[in-house]
């Protein structure tokens, strides 16, 4: 069965400041692994997902994630944490075969300090 | 392009009652899945509908049923409600032949009283 974990639940950094938030993944097979933030009584968005292609994944808001196969990591990243980014942060993996579910980490929480 | 609708936003019912959840799939989007999101924790798979069919089930009991429509929308519905089931309700479309690439509502939020 594929799992993702992500270490800690709150995580908070300055304006400004390096945002990094921890995924590791278990899986068999090669993995689809994505992120999804979560703003307040709203619904998931999607930042980025991993499909076997560039290890390096570009997602939305100046997101970033690599995918380490080494240290089955998928850790996302932001050069300049912003306000704005104060959210729920989830990773997860996906199930691809005879249905498409995703199995999501328990989330991050991350706070940005003026 | 309208985005995946649910309905209603939030919901209030008591233990051993009945509710009956809605979603709007994303234009052109044919499977629906649905996922159970309690206070602190990830969204946890319920089940999958594609082409009015259920196509994959995650660990829930019976009591939680599904249907999906014609025109792709989709219910969950479920009976003899618990104080557990309070959560947010979130339910996601997309096309069967991308279907890695869900967009998710903006969810039903259930609190069971």
């Known amino acids: 069965a594929q799992s993702v974990t992500q270490l800690g639940s709150h995580v908070s950094v300055s304006e400004g400041a390096l945002v990094l938030l921890r995924c590791n993944y278990s899986?068999?097979?090669?993995?689809?692994l994505f992120w999804y933030v979560q703003y307040p009584n709203q619904g998931l968005q999607l930042l980025l997902k991993?499909?076997?292609?560039?290890?390096l994944v570009k997602g939305i808001n100046g997101f970033e994630a690599e995918f380490k196969k080494s240290e089955t990591s998928f850790h996302l990243t932001k050069p300049s944490a912003h306000m704005s980014d104060a959210a729920e942060y989830f990773c997860?993996?996906?199930?691809?075969?005879?249905?498409?579910?995703?199995?999501f980490g328990k989330g991050i929480t991350l706070s940005v300090r003026p | 392009e309208t985005g995946v609708t649910q309905s209603p936003t939030h919901l209030i019912k008591t233990r051993g009652q009945q509710v009956t959840l809605r979603c709007s799939s994303q234009s052109g989007h044919n499977t629906v899945s649905w996922y159970q999101q309690a206070l602190g924790q990830g969204p946890q798979f319920i089940f999958q509908y594609y082409r009015e069919e259920e196509n994959g089930r995650g660990n829930f009991p019976p009591r939680f049923s599904g249907l999906q429509f014609p025109n792709y929308s989709s219910e969950l519905n479920v009976n003899a409600l618990e104080l557990d089931d309070s959560a947010l309700y979130l339910c996601?479309?997309?096309?069967?032949?991308?279907?890695?690439?869900?967009?998710f509502g903006p969810g039903t939020r259930l609190t069971v009283t």
């Open positions: 899986s068999s097979v090669p993995p689809y």
């Open positions: 997860a993996v996906l199930n691809y075969g005879a249905n498409s579910k995703l199995t």
């Open positions: 991993y499909t076997s292609a560039a290890t």
């Open positions: 996601a479309s997309s096309t069967g032949a991308n279907n890695y690439e869900q967009y």
